[in-house]
């Protein structure tokens, strides 16, 4: 008997993770799984967004998101016309290939998008609110995403697959992290900080064009669901996630990984849209202020300056300053710089 070739050998390493015990997943599959489509179905599927790993090169995985986005795009027409909450967003999935109402008549759609982004966070602006700790540049964030959710809603635009995509991504994150709170999350814990890093993200990729956009709305989708995930188990296990400390054969083990790979995504994504020319920079969602004491919220920026909606410039702080697990796991593994924002 001959020995099996390469590929051969191959596609018995990847059928291994596929497992027999009524679909149940216990182990993320490699990329080069997206090779053999046929396992891939059976190792992972379409609901999920695989995370990128070493295995593949970026311009592969992108196709990939594409491809991810056209069968698991979300049902913006579904929600929009009343026959479905937009909290379930994004878990309706529309045959493949369908062309929806929509995408004919986006406006309402897009509409619709924007009052479920705005109320999730306001619901999650007044819980941020109630903690004993607030940092300004959350503040500050929320109020950005507020203007332009309100501007859709008032002077319609439309329909985008980005642009939905990034109001959904923006409102699950929302939801988790008002849901991190009411479960005892500090607001200087990393999962916290880490839905403010998506929303800040996903904001920026809200109106992004060209052949970037279709996988930047596939990863804004794909961690949608993840931190929807997320917020149902807390609410189902009525326990705290704990971001970083789950096996990776854990379910949240699983979300820590789509969610933190997915990030570093759209990060790349951002960059590149532009030749490479802009680096995303994260805001600085760390540095606190103790509201109590009624001081300043940052160096040179005053309630009421903030308030007013005017340019604030915040100083400069080091990756050292901020060390802490989140800081140095995405530096490591998503390549994210973090520095305090430049300005409005």
């Known amino acids: ?43 992972w599927g379409w609901e999920r967004i695989l995370p990128q790993d070493d295995f593949c090169s970026m311009p592969f995985y992108l196709n990939y998101l594409k491809e991810y986005l056209w069968r698991n795009g979300t049902d913006y027409v579904t929600a929009a016309d009343g026959t479905s909450n937009p909290e379930n967003w994004p878990l309706e999935i529309r045959e493949v290939g369908a062309v929806t109402e929509g ?32 940092n300004v540049n959350v503040k500050l964030l929320s ?23 990034s109001l959904v991504c923006i409102a699950n994150e929302a939801a988790l992290a008002s849901e991190l709170l009411r479960h005892g999350a ?3 814990d990393n999962a916290f900080i880490l839905c403010n890093y998506i929303r800040q993200c996903a904001l920026s990729l809200m109106y992004i064009e060209g ?18 995930m997320i917020r149902e188990w807390m609410v189902t296990k009525k326990e705290l996630f704990l971001f970083g400390t789950y096996t990776r054969y854990h379910e949240m083990g699983l979300c820590d990984s789509v969610r933190t790979s997915t990030f570093g995504v759209m990060k790349y994504i951002l960059s ?29 920026a005053s309630d009421k300056k903030i308030s ?37």
Not at 146 to 156: K, L, P, T, W
């Open 1 to 43: 008997m001959n020995p099996p070739t390469e590929e051969e050998a191959e596609r018995l390493y990847l059928a291994s993770f596929i497992d027999k015990r009524a679909g149940y997943l216990c182990r993320k599959p490699p990329t080069q799984i997206l090779r053999f489509p046929d396992i891939f179905e059976d190792a």
């Open 308 to 344: 007013q909606g005017e340019k604030v410039t915040f100083g400069k702080q080091s990756v050292e300053q901020l060390g802490n697990m989140l800081v140095k796991w995405l530096a490591r593994n998503v390549g994210v710089t973090i520095r305090s924002v430049m300005g409005s």
């Open 211 to 228: 052949p970037y956009s279709d996988a930047s709305a596939a990863a804004m989708v794909g961690v949608a669901k993840e931190a929807k």
């Open 186 to 188: 500090k607001a200087t």
């Open 103 to 134: 995408r004919r008549n986006g406006k309402d759609a897009l509409t619709t998008a924007a009052e479920f982004c705005l109320d999730m966070e306001q619901q999650f602006m007044s819980e941020y609110e109630s903690q004993p700790i607030c």
């Open 272 to 300: 590149n849209s532009t030749g490479n020319k802009k680096s995303f920079v994260v805001m600085d969602f760390r540095e606190i202020m103790q509201e109590s004491k009624r001081q300043k919220t940052m160096p040179e």
């Open 143 to 165: 109020e950005r995403i507020q203007e332009r959710a309100c501007y859709v809603i008032h002077m319609g635009r439309e329909f985008s697959e980005p642009a939905a995509a």
